[in-house]
């Protein structure tokens, strides 16, 4: 990690506070060398300890990755298996250096979804890391954006019913408040790896105004570097929420 460059960012201008990454490209990095799918997830590990590990260093509040959306259980078993079980590898072998980086955990998605044991093995690490003060770390697990949506409607529909609500009292601020990310807001920034323009069903009500970052690096390719490189690229930008630059 270029320490150099960080203090640079640092001093340079604003810094994201949350920043999201949707993680694409493991399986087109595996095909073009030759190998199974599981080998570009492997490799794409070692690209989330970078970004972590950078993003914790320029003094970023959140990292959500799109870990596991929801509509990854309809791929190949073979593979579903071999993602569950490199995710319990993972969250085991990386606690104790998440630990030593005051990294904290938490998760967005229906884990009660997921096998057991990799189920446990997050929630334990979540335990485990719980004290820590430094870079938040947000998986997100067998998520949708939509489902959330859905689930806020429901849960809201459900506090007016009950009358713990008015239906006057709904407006977007309301339904922030019962979203998954409520206690860590919007992103400020979006990665994406791989080129792919679309959101994939990911934070759909949290990316109304968050700024874009598409690059065509596979994400088994994508270091500190080029997460360096994303967050001065949004230093550039001028973020006007609808307003136009005379307001801001």
Same mark, same amino acid.
């Given at each position: 990690?270029?320490?150099?460059?960080? *203090?640079?960012? /640092?001093?340079?201008?604003?810094?994201? /506070?949350?920043?999201?990454?949707?993680?694409?490209?493991?399986g087109r990095w595996a095909q073009?060398?030759?190998?199974?799918?599981?080998?570009?997830? $492997?490799e794409g590990i070692n690209s989330v300890r970078a970004v972590v590990e950078t993003a914790g260093a320029l003094g970023i509040e959140v990292l959500t990755l799109y870990t596991f959306s929801s509509e990854n259980w309809?791929?190949? $078993?073979?593979?579903?298996?071999?993602?569950?079980s490199l995710l319990l590898t993972?969250?085991?072998?990386?606690? +104790? *250096?998440?630990n030593k980086k005051n990294v904290r955990l938490m998760t967005i998605g229906d884990l009660n979804l997921m096998p057991a044991?990799?189920?446990?093995?997050?929630?334990?690490?979540?335990k485990r890391l719980q004290n820590n003060t430094g870079l938040l770390l947000n998986l997100a697990l067998s998520y949708s954006g939509r489902q959330e949506i859905v689930q806020a409607v429901k849960k809201i529909a459900m506090d007016v019913k009950k009358g713990v609500l008015a +239906?006057?009292?709904?407006?977007?601020?309301?339904?922030? /408040? #019962?979203? *998954?990310?409520r206690m860590i807001g919007d992103p400020d920034l979006l990665i994406r790896t791989s080129g792919e323009m679309r959101l994939s069903n990911f934070l759909l009500w949290q990316l109304a #105004?968050?700024?874009?970052?598409?690059? +065509?690096?596979?994400?088994p390719d994508f270091r500190d570097a080029d997460f360096m490189n994303a967050?001065?690229?949004?230093? $550039?930008?001028?973020?006007?929420?609808? /307003?136009?630059?005379?307001?801001i």
């Open positions: 990690m270029d320490l150099e460059r960080i *203090e640079y960012i /640092k001093g340079k201008g604003a810094l994201p /506070k949350h920043v999201a990454v949707i993680m694409d490209g493991n073009r060398r030759g190998l199974t799918r599981i080998e570009g997830h $492997k309809s791929r190949p $078993k073979q593979e579903v298996s071999a993602l569950m993972t969250v085991r072998d990386e606690v +104790d *250096e998440l044991a990799p189920r446990l093995g997050v929630i334990n690490t979540i +239906d006057s009292d709904i407006n977007e601020e309301l339904i922030g /408040k #019962y979203l *998954e990310t #105004y968050t700024e874009l970052y598409i690059t +065509d690096i596979l994400w967050i001065e690229a949004y230093q $550039k930008r001028e973020r006007r929420f609808g /307003k136009v630059s005379e307001q």
